[in-house]
């Protein structure tokens, strides 16, 4: 199971960009699937959290800039992300908890993507 995350560049203040995270692999099913950030010099926090129902939840400092959303068919999460700001610059991690169904039974583990660099910066 691998999660490819995609979509960072650099972006001026007040742009936007979308982040994609999808996954491929032998897997049942993904619950609940997160986006994080990490600044430099500073420890990974978590951006926004979408439920395999599609409940959202998202850090305060980008609530109402932010959209997290998701295509179960396409086992894909995406980070819509408005009105830049050059202390949203990270690098921005992709994870999901994703199901497997073996001979031996269920198993849900935390898989994480690479992460890819956002920079704001005019």
């Keep these: 199971v691998q999660l490819q995350a995609s979509g960072g560049g650099l972006v001026q203040p007040g742009g936007s960009l ?3 995270c999808a996954a491929s692999g032998n897997f049942f099913s993904i619950n609940t699937m ?6 430099p010099g500073k420890q990974r926090e978590v951006v926004a959290t979408i439920t395999s129902g599609g409940s959202t939840n998202y850090t305060d400092s980008v609530k109402g800039r932010f959209t997290i959303s ?8 995406y980070l819509q992300m408005n009105s830049l ?38």
């Design 18 to 20: 979308r982040l994609s």
């Design 34 to 39: 997160n986006w994080y950030r990490q600044a």
């Design 70 to 77: 998701r295509d179960n068919a396409k086992n894909t999460v």
């Design 85 to 122: 700001k050059p202390e949203d610059t990270a690098v921005y991690y992709c994870n999901g908890d994703i199901v497997r169904i073996t001979v031996y039974g269920r198993f849900q583990r935390t898989y994480w993507g690479q992460g890819t660099l956002v920079t704001v910066s005019s």
